[in-house]
């Protein structure tokens, strides 16, 4: 049985980081987001690469 990776939409991305759309797009061009697969003129994030990028964010985050 393949698992399958679901594709977000911006919007969608954006909300799981509570963060509006074009705070997304400025995290893509720093880094902090992987950049989106082009489907046509559509734009999709892997939603296990969004997961890595929230985990790896924790990881990076200072301990108080």
Do not use: C
């Amino acid at each position: 049985m393949e698992i399958i990776d679901p594709l977000l939409r911006a919007k969608e991305v954006a909300s799981l980081f509570r963060v509006s759309i074009p705070t997304l797009y400025r995290w893509i061009a720093d880094g902090t987001v992987p950049e989106p697969t082009k489907l046509g003129r559509s734009s999709r994030w892997s939603k296990a690469e969004i997961e890595a990028a929230v985990r790896a964010a924790k990881k990076g985050r200072a301990l108080r």
